[in-house]
């Protein structure tokens, strides 16, 4: 089956940075065919929903952001590792959350789709990262 598992969360202070990983494997969810899904990253805080991080096409040349976080956070994945990462640089103490990576059909993401998690078919367990004031 389809697995996806954050890494690189943690405890960091505010100003820094931190980057999370996202390893992908499945027996159809990998290598090439990693090129028909669009990934994202989503995050859950305290008390709050989850909510849209960062999204972009596995085959590249597009990826969008949450007006939270543009200009400090980059999404980018290495095709050869299948895998998937969140450079968080300046964070602040709202972005302490939960961190989830998650995987959706790539036709999905080009309609517009990329931010509702429900339109995501896989998900990661997420990896809890803290930002200390």
């Known amino acids: 089956q389809v697995q996806l598992v954050e890494s690189g969360g943690g405890l960091v202070q505010s100003g820094n940075s931190l980057k999370l990983s996202c390893a992908a494997s499945?027996?159809?969810?990998?290598?090439?065919?990693?090129?028909?899904?669009?990934m994202g990253w989503f995050r859950q805080g305290p008390g709050k929903e989850r909510e849209f991080v960062a999204a972009?096409?596995?085959?590249?040349?597009?990826?969008n952001y949450a007006d939270s976080v543009k200009g400090r956070f980059t999404i980018s994945r290495d095709k050869a590792k299948s895998t998937l990462y969140l450079q968080m640089n300046s964070v602040v103490p709202e972005d302490t959350a939960v961190y989830y990576c998650a995987a959706m059909p790539l036709a999905t993401y080009y309609k517009g789709g990329y931010y509702v998690a429900g339109n995501y078919d896989y998900w990661g367990q997420g990896t809890q990262v803290t930002v200390s004031s």
């Open positions: 972009m096409s596995w085959i590249g040349g597009s990826s």
């Open positions: 499945s027996g159809t969810l990998n290598g090439g065919t990693l090129n028909a899904y669009a």
